[in-house]
């Protein structure tokens, strides 16, 4: 899944665990995109539906 950067004050590191909420979504698989908005992409973990992420708030922790 892709996910829009907003408000980072650093870019989470290849391997970072992706939350929504509390719950654990997956790991950052790659960062891409213009260095003042980057997009991160997360690989979600295989008991997460991604569709039901769509507009919720990804939290990454480094």
């Known amino acids: 899944m892709v996910v829009e950067s907003k408000g980072l004050k650093e870019l989470p590191k290849v ?3 992706a939350f929504v909420q509390e719950r654990r979504i997956g790991k ?3 960062i891409i995109g213009r ?3 980057p997009y991160v992409i997360i ?3 295989r008991n997460i539906n991604s569709e039901e992420l769509i507009n ?3 939290y990454i922790k480094n």
């Open 28 to 30: 950052v698989f790659d």
């Open 15 to 17: 391997g970072s665990i």
């Open 35 to 37: 260095v003042d908005m």
């Open 56 to 58: 919720e708030l990804v």
């Open 43 to 45: 690989k979600a973990f």
